[in-house]
């Protein structure tokens, strides 16, 4: 059995593959297809829940049954991730620690110098 | 406890200013990551121990002469109402100020921790949507970006490495392996917990000059222990080309895109730092060096702790 993150991440990865708004039943069959394991309609609906609490889909409540859209792009979290990655404010820095921070082309060709000077 | 409560101030002061100042420029740190953190820990602790204790200490002069009889006269007069004690209006100041103080730093430290808390977790929560588990490597997810980055979430006990697309094309097997040593070493030695105690001491204290260096400090002392870690897994020369490929093509990324952030040559001077003593280690300061080092934390800690209980009379 996968882990809902896991579940999570396939569904999402179908609803952004998408453009149409998905029901469950469109799901499950999917899943179904994909992974060769079935799943019930309510532990695909509990996922779908989850993921409409965090913000990434929406349901559409006029359609019966109901249909869920992607928020957003797939790209456009991809790049708002990034942007929060990439931010140097000290409020990020305390949050994740990243490898190397940003520096401008000089800096970076002084130490790109100090490699080649070995 | 007018003489301890002095001594206690000129101990804050020395605290709050020479001292870091002497321990930010010392050239020994770099090659002792492990001790300068402990002696920024011990200038945090001592500071803020020796500043509540100078105003407790001088608050409860007129209620007894020592900090626990004094402290118990006080909230015994506090609470029945039975004022027999005529204290001046400067120790019941000092009094307020302690409290307010005091109440101030925790309530900063608490509001910093669950705000980062939220952050990382938010964080996860996109990461596990957006990027797929690598493989290779446990631990780690691969982020389908161009901007190579690297970097580590502290999140409880499930920490997490992340790599972009771009990171896995720009760097060799062994460069990659040695950003995950690095990344790694970050999660089992907890530096989350450093940086988030030293960025909450700078936000109680936003015109303490000291304070954002002392947070500047220690976050870059971070990343060379981290180095130091890694050090163990890969050799020196293969950590700093995957610190200066990355350095590199970051740049680039920004040039053409945002402005660029005002840490931008805070930045380049701590990955200088990395390589520079990547390909010309220095060695380890002495054993004679390193204990005075210690025993001088130590002093640090016990000296306001042990002015406040047994307060010197006068």
């Not at chain 2, 050239?27 to 020796?50: D, E, K, N, T």
């Not at chain 2, 004022?83 to 409290?99: F, K, P, Q, R």
């Not at chain 2, 925790?106 to 669950?114: E, P």
């Not at chain 2, 163990?232 to 895109?257: F, K, P």
Request: proline letters at 5%.
């Amino acid at each position: 059995m996968a882990s809902l993150g896991e579940l999570e991440r396939s569904v999402m990865d179908y609803i952004w593959s998408r453009d149409a708004s998905v029901t469950a039943y469109d799901v499950q069959a999917e899943i179904a297809d994909k992974s060769s394991k079935a799943l019930a309609v309510t532990t695909v609906l509990t996922v779908l829940s989850r993921l409409e609490k965090k913000g990434f889909v929406r349901r559409e409540r006029s359609s019966r049954p109901h249909g869920y859209v992607a928020v957003s792009t797939r790209n456009d979290h991809v790049a708002s991730l990034m942007h929060e990655v990439l931010g140097s404010s000290s409020d990020r820095r305390a949050v994740l620690e990243r490898f190397v921070g940003q520096t401008t082309p000089d800096e970076a060709a002084a130490l790109r110098k100090m490699l080649d000077g070995r | 406890m007018l003489a301890a409560s002095i001594l206690l101030a000129l101990l804050a002061v020395a605290l709050a200013w020479p001292v870091p100042v002497i321990l930010a420029r010392a050239r020994w740190a770099p090659r002792a990551p492990a001790l300068a953190l402990f002696l920024w820990q011990a200038i945090a602790l001592a500071g803020g121990l020796s500043m509540l204790g100078a105003l407790v200490t001088f608050g409860l002069i007129p209620f007894g002469p020592t900090l626990l009889s004094g402290a118990g006269k006080f909230l015994s007069e506090l609470f029945s109402g039975d004022h027999s004690v005529n204290a001046g209006l400067a120790y019941l100041l000092c009094d307020c100020a302690a409290v307010l103080l005091a109440a101030h730093l925790i309530f900063n430290l608490v509001l910093t921790i669950v705000s980062a808390e939220q952050q990382r977790h938010r964080h996860r929560q996109l990461v596990y949507l957006l990027a797929s588990p690598d493989p290779e490597r446990p631990g780690t997810h691969v982020i389908d970006s161009a901007a190579p980055v690297a970097y580590c979430l502290p999140v409880g006990l499930r920490s997490m490495t992340v790599f972009s697309a771009g990171l896995v094309a720009l760097l060799t097997a062994d460069e990659l392996r040695a950003v995950v040593a690095h990344e790694r070493a970050h999660i089992t030695q907890r530096h989350d917990l450093l940086l988030v105690a030293f960025r909450a001491w700078h936000l109680s204290l936003p015109w303490f000059p000291i304070a954002y260096r002392a947070e500047r400090e220690v976050e870059i002392l971070v990343e060379l222990l981290a180095d130091d870690r890694a050090r163990h897994l890969v050799a020196d020369g293969t950590l700093a080309a995957a610190i200066i490929r990355v350095a590199a093509e970051n740049s680039v990324a920004i040039d053409s895109s945002a402005p660029l952030p005002r840490q931008g040559s805070a930045t380049v001077a701590t990955a200088e730092l990395r390589v520079s003593r990547l390909l010309s280690p220095l060695p380890a300061p002495s054993r004679p060096t390193q204990l005075l080092v210690i025993a001088l934390g130590i002093a640090l800690i016990v000296a306001p702790a042990y002015l406040l209980v047994f307060p010197i009379y006068g």
